[in-house]
């Protein structure tokens, strides 16, 4: 979880439109290889799986009396562009958030936000600031969730946080319509 106390030199320089993160472990070998499995190799097992720890985490966060130990009032998941989720056949932030909101006894709403244009791969952008570009007006609020939105903490589900470019570019679309909070859930985040 993200404090501003243990914030990196580039995101005080930067600062992000989320609250807060969550993250179960890091992004290194041999975690890396199953989340390939699930992303890339339909190994779609492994999601309740991530789901499942990701929910014990937050749990045993929310055992500390913090000021963000609060759950979200709705969960949503990091859409794919129409063409990404065609070519691979399901959407694997969507597959961690299922079993997550039914462990958290949380809403899911994946159609809070869209993907409105198709992106390169965050992978194959190395450049921050292509990163950075490459998401900007990527996501889109369809007028109808609007009023799921304004004023409500969402919590945001996705597989892997690298530099953390397409979890801030959701959450500054996030906050377009009024969320009051939102917190990142996610599987592995890169140290």
Known sequence: MSRPSMLCGSCLKH??????????IDY???VDQLVLALKFGGRLALAPVFAEMLG??????????????TLPDVLT???LSATRLQLRGFNQALEIAKPLARRLALPLQHDLVRRQRDTLPQSLVRDLEHRRSNLRRA???PPEAIEQIRGRHVG???????????L????????RAGARRITNLVFARTP
């Open 15 to 24: 600062p992000r439109a989320f609250d807060a993160t969550f993250a179960v």
């Open 28 to 30: 290194a070998a041999p």
């Open 56 to 69: 014990n985490t937050i749990r045993q966060h929310m055992l500390i009396a913090t000021e963000d130990s």
């Open 77 to 79: 998941a990091v859409p």
């Open 139 to 141: 996501f889109t609020i």
């Open 156 to 166: 945001v589900v996705d597989d892997v946080m690298t530099t953390g470019e397409t």
């Open 168 to 175: 801030h570019e959701f959450a500054r679309t996030l906050r």
